[in-house]
């Protein structure tokens, strides 16, 4: 059974860090992309960042580039997020997502899901 599961959520003041981390397992996920979204209250689910198979990246400009940094380790089967500045509008349950094929930034396309992780910044 395929599984993601995300750790490293909690709270923290505006201008802090955060480390998200996501774990794979049931199966190989090395020639998955990997993602991360996002969903605040009283809103849909956004795309944050993603890292395709052979590491390269993209991210939501207008929200978090510049501040938040994707990666992976292969071995470890492991996608993580880092999360730099933080502002209150950054405030969400962070979900970690995986595909087969190419960044996409829609969320119908990402057929995993974890059950994802609470961020919360205060001002």
């Known amino acids: 059974q395929v599984q993601l599961v995300e750790s490293g959520g909690g709270s923290v003041q505006a201008g802090g860090s955060l480390r998200l981390s996501c774990a794979a397992s049931?199966?190989?996920?090395?020639?998955?992309?990997m993602a991360w979204f996002r969903q605040a209250p009283g809103k849909e689910r956004e795309f944050v960042a993603a890292?395709?198979?052979?590491?390269?990246?993209?991210y939501s400009e207008d929200s978090v580039e510049g501040r938040f940094t994707i990666s992976r380790d292969i071995a470890k089967n492991t996608a993580s997020l880092q999360m730099n500045r933080l502002k209150s509008e950054d405030t969400a349950v962070y979900y970690c997502a995986a595909k087969g094929g190419p960044i996409s930034t829609s969320s119908s396309t990402y057929g995993y899901w974890g059950q994802g992780t609470q961020v919360t910044v205060s001002s």
């Open positions: 890292i395709s198979w052979s590491g390269g990246s993209l």
């Open positions: 049931g199966r190989t996920f090395s020639w998955y992309t």
